[in-house]
């Protein structure tokens, strides 16, 4: 079964810091990726996606994602963090199949003025 | 606006109580979604339905199971509550070709007592 992990459970970080939140997934076919947020009291909202192509996908609010297919990976950056991007973040995966979204546990990221 | 909207925020029953949560989107999308979101496990898929009437399990169904009647309601029940059962439940939807929900619901917090 597919598994997703997010290495990091809490990130705290100082405004304009660069971020950077792993994603590794265990599964070895097709896969396509995706970025979650959470903002405090709202409902879960794509950051972005990758499905093929260019492995440096850009989302919004200047987010962006590598995909490295060697590394199982799909880590999500952004070169300087606003107090406005506190928030959960989930890495999910889904195998080129029809079979549902995997979750990761999520990353809670914490940005201080 | 697109919106996927669950019956209520926060919610409160008894062990033992069955417990209906309702969820309606507006997008005639094919696919709705019944998620789970407890802290430090991120989200675990129930139930998922990609037709009416159609459902499938998804990773933690024990305890649960799903109506689909019409297409634009997904309803998920409780069948005898239990303490381990208070959580966040979310509802998403999304257009046929992709298991990967596009829209969720705001959440509603369930309390088992």
């Known amino acids: 079964a597919q598994s997703v992990s997010q290495h990091n459970h809490h990130v705290i970080l100082s405004e304009a810091a660069s971020l950077e939140l792993g994603c590794n997934y265990s599964?070895?076919?097709?896969?396509?990726l995706f970025w979650y947020v959470q903002y405090p009291g709202q409902h879960l909202q794509l950051l972005l996606k990758?499905?093929?192509?260019?492995?440096l996908v850009k989302g919004i609010k200047g987010f962006e994602a590598e995909f490295i297919k060697s590394k199982f990976s799909f880590n999500l950056r952004k070169p300087s963090v606003q107090w406005s991007d506190t928030a959960e973040y989930f890495c999910a995966v889904m195998n080129s199949g029809n079979t549902p979204l995997v979750f990761g546990k999520g990353t809670r990221l914490s940005v201080i003025a | 606006d697109v919106k996927v909207t669950q019956s209520s925020r926060y919610l409160v029953k008894r062990t033992g109580e069955k417990v209906f949560l309702e969820c309606v989107q507006d997008?005639?999308?094919?696919?709705m979604f019944w998620y789970r979101q407890d802290p430090g496990l991120g989200l675990r898929l129930i139930y998922f339905?990609?037709?009416?009437?159609?459902?499938e399990k998804g990773d933690i169904p024990e305890g649960y199971s799903v109506s689909r009647e019409k297409k634009e309601r997904f309803s998920l029940i409780l069948e005898s509550a239990s303490t381990n059962q208070t959580s966040m439940y979310l509802c998403?939807?999304?257009?046929?070709?992709?298991?990967?929900?596009?829209?969720f619901g705001d959440g509603t917090r369930l309390s088992i007592l």
């Open positions: 599964y070895g076919g097709t896969v396509n």
């Open positions: 998403a939807s999304s257009r046929t070709g992709g298991l990967q929900p596009q829209h």
């Open positions: 997008m005639d999308h094919e696919n």
């Open positions: 990758y499905f093929s192509g260019d492995p």
């Open positions: 339905s990609y037709d009416v009437k159609m459902k």
